[in-house]
């Protein structure tokens, strides 16, 4: 169907058909998109549909149509509601991100990260250049959804100044619709053109050929399901061929900062227990004061782990948490993607981690599972990962832009060193659970696991959240690096 500007209307040759006709072309698409639901199911493939529009253009009835044939095991409506506080304290796009379906399924959006956009615009919450960044991300949001597999279908349901009126005025008439109406659907009829001009300008900055608008006219009501019911069938044939082909493969249009190959660490740092003691009291100390400047400023931290088997992560993680209040931080242990996590985006996992204003998330692996053992063993295609490395950019970017401090820590041991760690650990019945035929099976891929780091950090050491490879063959020099490393980020970070 041909996109039209909002408030206009565009003939076009199904309305020259009789009602007849219609009725049996509309049937034979609705009989084809229940067929395509076990077609997406087999193909895996995973369908968001987002139905924005004026207030009172219908936006439910039209999912209401589209969801009379389907299965509702395999999909669901979600309607999007002002933010709640806690909401408002994570990055905008967190709460629709959560919200998107698992591969075979559809989610359909009545309303959501446009008209959020909108309203903040309308509200002055958003000035020019912050409208623009918005924009932006959403446009990132979306392509990162298409490239990973997902149809995005995005429908403007558009009505004129005076069939909204009558809308409006209808529900509020009726004791039992009334309480549909509320303040800001006044304001929307009242001020029309303000918001018009909002919602085209927001249109067309995030009309991509990966995710375009579609606008449809609310008042055909013959009509309008026809055509969003067409859009999807079609949506649907389209994505499924474009997902039998790669994906371009983006440049990095991002700032990186040098750092060294693995190989060419000095791994003969260490410090006395003497020092060690001493200096690890006065950085615990002084941690524990910024973290309360933290949750004052309203500073989200994110600090992210990798590293070797056998490293000293977590003890590296415990002499940083011993320094914070239980209340502020959350640590979280990464492991392999449950089924549920495998079938949605591998970013989706984490976005549902990210940290509050001013608190503290400690990832134990993270993202970068996807460049590495995800790469390594095969559990993702070639152009995925490759594509992943400006996925994650984008991400920590995002992140960074929201206003958190994104710290990335490797930390690095030698082989010896680390089959010193295993051996220990496997003549220690306390600490034999630490220990696994996987990381045995790991260690002899040390060197094919060695180039992937290095290519890892070399495309996402980026300055603005750089990475910082720790030695650790002294596990007490390492500790004292990293919880350093991290006041230092936060008290600039505070000084700004």
């Known amino acids: 169907m041909g996109k039209t500007k909002m408030g206009k209307t565009k003939t076009t040759e199904i309305e020259r058909l009789s009602q007849d006709e219609l009725k049996k072309i509309l049937k034979d698409t609705r009989q084809k998109l229940a067929l395509q639901q076990q077609l997406i199911k ?80 309308v509200d002055g919450k958003l000035d020019e250049m912050s ?48 309480w549909r109406v509320n303040e800001r659907d006044l304001d929307e009829l009242k001020h029309r053109e303000k918001y018009a001009e909002i919602f085209n300008h927001c249109i067309r900055e995030t009309n991509t050929d990966k995710a375009p608008w579609h ?11 026809l055509q969003v019911c067409g859009l999807l069938v079609d949506g649907i044939e389209t994505a499924i061929a474009r997902n039998q082909q790669p994906v371009e493969i983006p440049q990095n249009q991002f700032p990186l900062k040098s750092n060294p190959r693995l190989a060419d ?40 782990y990798e590293g070797w088997d056998a490293a000293g992560k977590g003890g590296n993680i415990k002499r940083m948490t011993g320094a914070l209040d239980a209340r502020g931080f959350t640590v979280h242990p990464i492991s392999a993607p449950d089924t549920y996590e495998k079938n949605r985006f591998f970013l989706w996992r984490f976005w549902k981690r990210l940290p509050k204003t001013g ?22 295609s070639e152009n995925d990962w490759k594509r992943a490395y400006n996925e994650i950019n984008e991400f920590e970017k995002m992140l960074t832009d929201w206003g958190a401090i994104v710290i990335k820590f490797w930390i690095h041991i030698d082989k010896d060193t680390q089959l ?4 220990e650990r496997q003549n220690t019945p306390e600490k034999q659970w630490k220990i696994t035929d996987e990381d045995w099976r790991n ?13 890892m950090i070399a495309k996402t050491g980026t300055e603005y959240a750089p990475w910082h490879i720790i030695p650790s063959n002294d596990k007490l020099y390492a500790r004292l690096q990293t919880i350093e490393i991290v006041i230092n980020a936060i008290e600039s970070a505070l000084a700004k």
């Open 42 to 121: 087999e193909q895996k493939l995973p369908v968001v549909v987002l139905i924005e529009g004026w207030s009172a253009a219908g936006k439910g009835t039209l999912i209401s149509y589209l969801i009379r044939d389907l299965d509702p095991r395999f999909f669901q409506v979600t309607p999007t509601m002002p933010p709640t506080s806690e909401e408002l304290r994570r990055p905008f796009l967190c709460r629709h991100a959560e919200r998107i379906p698992e591969a075979g399924k559809f989610v359909f959006f009545d309303s959501g990260w446009l008209e959020e956009t909108v309203f903040d615009a």
């Open 131 to 178: 409208l623009a960044h918005r924009l932006q991300e959403i446009n990132v949001f979306e392509r990162q959804l298409t490239d990973n597999g997902y149809l995005v279908l995005k429908i403007f349901v558009d009505v004129t100044a005076e069939d909204q009126a009558a809308r409006i005025e209808k529900l509020r008439k009726d004791k039992d619709t009334a």
């Open 215 to 225: 606008v449809v006219d609310g008042s055909q009501k013959g009509l309008i399901e």
């Open 265 to 304: 660490v000095d791994l003969n740092c260490s410090v006395t227990r003497e020092e060690y003691e001493q200096r690890l009291k006065e950085a615990q100390k002084k941690l524990k004061k910024l973290h309360n400047k933290l949750y004052r400023r309203g500073i989200p931290v994110i600090i992210a």
């Open 359 to 380: 608190h503290i998330a400690i990832f134990d692996r993270t993202w970068y599972g996807r460049v590495m053992v995800e790469r390594l063993e095969g559990f993702c």
């Open 420 to 423: 010193a760690r295993f051996t």
């Open 443 to 455: 260690r002899e891929k040390w060197d094919v696991y060695e180039q992937a780091v290095d290519e």
